[in-house]
């Protein structure tokens, strides 16, 4: 186990991310929000689901979901259809004209981290990756579902090693 003082410097280092945060936010055009990308994200990464499986994998509630989706259909990025396992239901997919959207502002995350990590080494940007992508297994698999890293069940819905692929401007 570390040191209390390492934890007290990766507790600063983690609040000094919101400014790698906001300049992620900065680069997304006006009318697509940053809750408005993570839908076309994990819709891109996971293909068609109902909302609420939506909600679970953007961990948070149901208004805020409806509302970052009502925004994508309204703006053409997503459909909705119903389910045909349950009329009452609907199901959400990404739409060409998404898919389009998302592709540009993958463009401009990958531009924005290659202009600002130019001295960073692909090693350096690697293990940043992996160190990254262990520290949200960390905290998704000791939630009171309890799970060991590595071995992802149920409960460890996030987070893993394939996530680090994810077409994700934000």
Not at 76 to 100: H, M, N
Not at 135 to 147: E, K, Q, T, V, Y
Request: with cysteine; glycine share 8%; proline share 4%.
């Amino acid at each position: 186990m570390a040191a209390r003082s390492q934890y007290e410097e990766l507790a600063r280092q983690l609040s000094a991310v919101g400014a790698v945060k906001r300049g992620l936010v900065r680069i997304l055009p006006s009318e697509c929000p940053g809750g408005t990308a993570g839908v076309l994200t994990l819709l891109a990464k996971y293909g068609e689901m109902r909302i609420t499986r939506l909600a679970e994998l953007l961990a948070v509630n149901m208004s805020v979901t409806s509302r970052h989706v009502t925004h994508a259909v309204e703006s053409g990025w997503v459909e909705r259809f119903p389910d045909p396992a349950d009329k009452r239901s609907r199901i959400l997919r990404l739409t060409p004209a998404g898919e389009e959207l998302l592709d540009e502002l993958t463009r401009r995350t990958t531009e924005m981290f290659a202009h600002n990590l130019i001295d960073w080494s692909d090693e350096e940007v690697g293990q940043l990756n992996t160190l990254l992508s262990r520290l949200r297994d960390s905290f998704s698999c000791r939630g009171s579902g309890g799970c060991t890293p590595g071995k992802h069940s149920g409960d460890c819905r996030a987070g893993h090693a394939d996530d680090l692929h994810t077409r994700t401007p934000v």
